[in-house]
Every structure is written in C-alpha cells, then in structure tokens.
C-alpha cells in the first residue's frame, strides 16, 4: 500500500517520537513525526495544500471549439502517451496538464494550423489516470477519481459513505512522500466536529476506514496521544503494511 504523511524540511530527522515495531526483528517500524497535518506527496504543508488535477494516460475530456463545425462538444480520450487527436491541431500532448495549461496548448497548436483566434474550452468528463483507493468500512470500496478539492471527508462520501457500525476514529491514509511510506490516523468525528482540517487527498493515497494493519500499528502510540485536536502521523520503515 502506499503510505502516510510527510515531514516539514528539518522535520523527518527531529521526528523524535515514540517507536513500535511489529513483526519482531526486520518487522515494520513506525515512528510517530511531530506534525499537527498530514503533507502532501513533495511535502507541501499548511497553504500549499491542495491538489490540481493533471490529465493523464487514457483520461476522457469535452472539447470545444466555438464556430467550428465538428469540434463542439467533441469526446476525446487521451492514449496510452496522454496525447489526443483534433482536426486542425494534429496530435496534441497533454500528458500531465492542468485542463488551463491543456486548453493553453489547443490553441497555440490551432493558430500553427492557421486558424485566428480559436476560442477552445476544456473539459474533463472522467478521470482514469488520477485516483484514491478507499477500503474498510464504507459502502463501497473501491478506486476513485481524484479532482480539485478532493478531501477526506469527500473521498468516504465517494464510497457512498461509512457503513451502520464503522469505528469513525480509526481512519488510516497512507501517503508515499517525498520518497518514504507515511502513515496518518484521523478521527472523523473530530472532522466533523471542527476540531482540526479535513485532510487534502492526493493520487494513489489510499484510505481505510476501521480496523487495519495500520491502524493497529499506531494502537500503542494512539494510546499516549488521543486523536483531540490533530491526527496521528508517522513514518514506516518499511513496506509491510
């Protein structure tokens, strides 16, 4: 699985924290960081949270083309290579493009095909490339797309929500950031309740909802340091879990 959380510059060496290991010798390690939120993939913290989305291989977008014939609400879907094919502009690369940046590069590719002032929007109709796993306790696991604002809130919303008797203060991300597997313990309630920020989702983050492997791993530290005010963050040594 992929894991959670992130460390703030300095912060990963001054993860001071308490230690668990499961497994014996050569076991899983987790160590808790002092962090108050969960970073994101390149470590981003407090406002430069937030995630936008990039098109990747095989995502499905609506162009259009104002006063052309053929190119309003024109279906298209990216290849293998993240490139699509549009009368006028050719084969258009937009793997790994903002939908501005996407739009930005229809049009430069419109006006090489000698078209004056195209006026192009950009849509995306279904996302294939970016995605979150939510696992555990809800309605409906599953793969789900990851858009602008996804949060974790929304991502169980996404999964048709928690199931009759899920444990709401056992919700586990795992986050590979910066290269290390990263673990976080949330408590919705507390979301809920606005007692600290629903935590940014991020590509590949998977979300387990009750018990898990890594919920029991962080069992003992949860125990010194109750979930009231920010969630639980730690780092695994590993690729057990």
Do not use: W
Not at 48 to 74: F, S
């Amino acid at each position: 699985m992929i894991g959670a959380m992130m460390m703030a510059s300095a912060s990963l060496t001054g993860c001071a924290g308490d230690s668990l290991t499961k497994g014996g010798v050569g076991g899983a390690t987790v160590t808790r960081v002092d962090a108050s939120e969960l970073p994101g993939p390149d470590g981003q913290t407090g406002a430069e949270q937030g995630y936008v989305y990039r098109i990747g291989p095989y995502d499905k977008l609506i162009i259009d083309v104002l006063g052309i014939d053929g190119m309003v609400n024109r279906h298209v879907t990216a290849d293998g290579d993240g490139n699509i094919a549009l009368p006028v502009a050719g084969s258009v690369s937009v793997n790994n493009l903002t939908i501005g940046e996407a739009t930005d590069r229809i049009v430069q590719q419109l006006r090489a095909g000698y078209m004056r002032n195209p006026r192009v929007s950009v849509n995306l109709e279904e996302s294939v490339s970016r995605f979150i796993t939510v696992d555990g306790e809800v309605a409906q696991p599953g793969n789900y797309p990851v858009v602008a604002g996804m949060t974790l809130m929304r991502g169980v919303a996404a999964a048709r929500g928690v199931t009759e008797f899920a444990k709401l203060k056992e919700v586990v991300i795992h986050r590979k950031v910066n290269g290390r597997q990263m673990i976080a313990l949330y408590d919705l309630q507390a979301i809920r309740r606005g007692a600290y920020t629903d935590p940014v989702l991020y590509p590949n983050d998977v979300v387990v909802v009750g018990d898990s492997p890594g919920r029991r791993m962080l069992q003992q530290l949860l125990q010194a340091a109750p979930l009231l005010i920010s969630p639980l963050v730690a780092v695994l040594n590993n690729n057990s879990l």
